[in-house]
T-cell receptor, first 111, second 112 residues
Framework: SQTIHQWPATLVQPVGSPLSLECTVE??????LYWYRQAAGRGLQLLFY??????ISSEVPQNLSASRPQDRQFILSSKKLLLSDSGFYLC??????????FGQGTRLTVV | GQQLNQSPQSMFIQEGEDVSMNCTSSSIFNTWLWYKQDPGEGPVLLIALYKAGELTSNGRLTAQFGITRKDSFLNISASIPSDVGIYFCAGQLRNQGGKLIFGQGTELSVKP
């Protein structure tokens, strides 16, 4: 069966520090991968999605970036965090055209 | 950009009542998905819809993929306290290679 792992679960980082959130999927090949951010428990904003290794689509201009170094690994990064980067970050995977499944999320607080 | 308009934003109901929420868009979707999210957790898939006009049930939940491919609704019958949470619709856009976008959510509160 397929599983998705996202870590860490919570993170407190100072303004200006770097960020690296990792997401890995097991039990499937060539999945679509997604990073979402959720502010204040409401809508999920699509940040990045990837349909293959090295293929990243960015949805929102920001100081975040994403990379997909391996088929089932998706990384969200920042060189310098801003206060506005605080939020709940969710990774998800799907087989194209089918339902998406989410990780447990990372609660990021920038202080 | 593409948007999903989800309504209502919140609902306060009595246990046992039925609930209805919907999503609309100006864009055409290949797939409609409905999720429920509990506080501090990732969304969990409730129902997936793949064909225009499709009507699918999952226990007390029923959802339909609109015939125009631009809308979907979710009904919950005989609500119970554990139905509390935020419900999201999501759609995969036609000809946009896997892009999956979400509505703003409907927060459901159920009074025992």
């Amino acid at each position: 069966s397929q599983t998705i792992h996202q870590w860490p679960a919570t993170l407190v980082q100072p303004v200006g520090s770097p960020l690296s959130l990792e997401c890995t999927v097991e039990g499937t090949s060539n999945p679509n991968l997604y990073w979402y951010r959720q502010a204040a428990g409401r809508g999920l904003q699509l940040l990045f999605y990837s349909v293959g290794i090295g293929q990243i689509s960015s949805e929102v201009p920001q100081n975040l970036s994403a990379s997909r170094p391996q088929d089932r690994q998706f990384i969200l990064s920042s060189k310098k965090l801003l206060l506005s980067d605080s939020g709940f970050y969710l990774c998800a995977w799907s087989i194209q055209g089918a339902e998406a499944f989410f990780g447990q999320g990372t609660r990021l607080t920038v202080v | 950009g593409q948007q999903l308009n989800q309504s209502p934003q919140s609902m306060f109901i009595q246990e046992g009542e039925d609930v209805s929420m919907n999503c609309t868009s100006s864009s055409i979707f290949n797939t409609w998905l409905w999720y429920k999210q509990d506080p501090g957790e990732g969304p969990v898939l409730l129902i997936a819809l793949y064909k225009a006009g499709e009507l699918t049930s999952n226990g007390r939940l029923t959802a339909q993929f609109g015939i125009t491919r631009k809308d979907s609704f979710l009904n919950i019958s005989a609500s119970i306290p554990s139905d509390v949470g935020i419900y999201f619709c999501a759609g995969q856009l036609r000809n946009q290679g896997g892009k999956l976008i979400f509505g703003q959510g409907t927060e459901l509160s159920v009074k025992p």
